[in-house]
């Protein structure tokens, strides 16, 4: 059984900055596929980014330039680097592993002064 735990969000002032990490258990982690989505309230859930195991990537228009998605496979671990934060990116964050279509539960950003 795959799980994935996220952590890692908060409140951040605009133009800050968070990093976001997922846990991965159960999985063949390093050869796997992983990404990130976001949900704000009152929206559809939404791609962020996409991670490769050869390290080639994918981002929404709305997040290009300003997050980066990474992982340590030795920790079994995806990371979400977000920057020049704005109110817009206020969301709950979810950790995807496609191959399973597992979840973790999320992790709350908000972006406010």
């Known amino acids: 059984q795959v799980q994935l735990v996220e952590s890692g969000g908060g409140l951040v002032q605009p133009g800050g900055s968070l990093r976001l990490s997922c846990k991965v258990s159960g999985s063949s982690f390093s050869l796997n596929v992983m990404g990130w989505y976001r949900q704000a309230p009152g929206k559809q859930r939404e791609l962020v980014a996409i991670?490769?195991?050869?390290?080639?990537?994918y981002y929404a228009g709305s997040v290009k330039g300003r997050f980066t998605i990474s992982r340590d496979n030795a920790k079994n671990t995806v990371y979400l680097q977000l920057n020049s934060l704005k109110p817009e990116d206020t969301a709950v964050y979810y950790c995807?592993?496609?191959?399973?279509?597992?979840w973790g539960r999320g992790t709350q950003v908000t972006v406010s002064s």
């Open positions: 991670g490769t195991t050869g390290f080639n990537t």
């Open positions: 995807n592993d496609p191959q399973s279509n597992s």
